[in-house]
């Protein structure tokens, strides 16, 4: 058995018609990446699903309701000696809803196109998922 604690970490790659996704850059006093971009998610609670943690997430986050799509990317990485398991999912806003962000959770939102990636001024699995998104959704102009 392991003796470290394992979470569970789901995101969404919120996209819009254009092609676009959605990231947020993380407050200055978050602990963990503090002012860095990012897709939207968190760590999903005991007894949730995936996609029902994911929708609970974005909504405490960014004030929105979304349409969960296909899985576009799963990684492994520790952070500060727990082990995640990180899920990408691409994602939609419902239909009338616009990100509203809370101050002690992200400073600024950008939607991104493809080439846009490098904003994120890292390379990690995160990054690769926004990647294979934009892969997909090229796919599907």
């Keep these: 058995m392991s003796d470290h604690l394992t979470n569970i970490v789901v995101v969404g790659l919120i996209h819009d018609e254009q092609g676009r996704i959605f990231i947020a850059r993380r407050a200055a006093t978050k602990a963990v990446l503090p002012e ?3 897709v939207i998610g968190g760590h999903v609670e005991p007894g949730e699903t995936l996609e029902d943690g994911l929708k609970r ?5 960014i004030g929105c ?7 576009v990317h799963a990684f492994t ?3 500060e000696n727990v082990f995640k398991v990180e899920i990408a999912y691409l994602c939609t806003l419902d239909v009338g809803h616009r990100p509203t962000l809370r101050p002690d959770d992200h400073s600024e939102s950008r939607w991104i196109e493809s080439g846009e990636i490098d904003i994120l001024q890292r390379d990690d699995g995160e990054v690769e998922s ?5 892969k997909i959704l090229e796919g599907k102009k």
């Excluded at 997430?57 to 986050?61: A, L, N, S």
Aim: proline share 0%; aromatic share 14%.
């Design 57 to 61: 997430e974005i909504m405490e986050e």
């Design 77 to 79: 990485y520790q952070s």
């Design 65 to 71: 309701s979304v349409k969960v799509g296909q899985v």
């Design 130 to 134: 926004l990647k294979k998104a934009f």
């Design 36 to 38: 860095q971009f990012e």
